[in-house]
Nanobody, 117 residues
């Protein structure tokens, strides 16, 4: 059974930092690509950052230079380091793992990030 579990969300003041973690189980994590997405109230879910199994990264323009995605295959975990947080970063952040060869994908339940001004 595949499980994807995010953690690390919370309330932070504008300009602050948070690190999100996403732990996957039930898969050979090293062969899966990973990504972080977010959904603010009343808005569609949007891509934040992706990190492929080969180490390629992609960031949304609105987080470039502020957020960093990384992974530790030994811990089956992908991280999102978020710096210089702004109120517009407030959203539920979701982790997704994807196996490109088969297009299998699994989502976590999300973790709330709230940035106060």
């Amino acid at each position: 059974q595949v499980q994807v579990v995010e953690s690390g969300g919370g309330l932070v003041q504008s300009g602050g930092s948070l690190r999100l973690s996403c732990a996957a189980s039930g898969v050979i994590f090293s062969i899966w690509s990973t990504g972080w997405y977010r959904q603010a109230p009343g808005k569609q879910r949007e891509l934040v950052a992706t990190l492929t199994r080969t180490g390629n990264t992609n960031y949304a323009d609105f987080v470039k230079g502020r957020f960093t995605i990384s992974r530790d295959n030994a811990k089956n975990t992908v991280y999102l380091q978020m710096n210089s947080l702004q109120p517009e970063d407030t959203a539920v952040y979701y982790c997704k793992i994807l196996r490109a060869m088969t297009m299998e994908a699994y989502w976590g339940q999300g973790t709330q990030v709230t940035v106060s001004s």
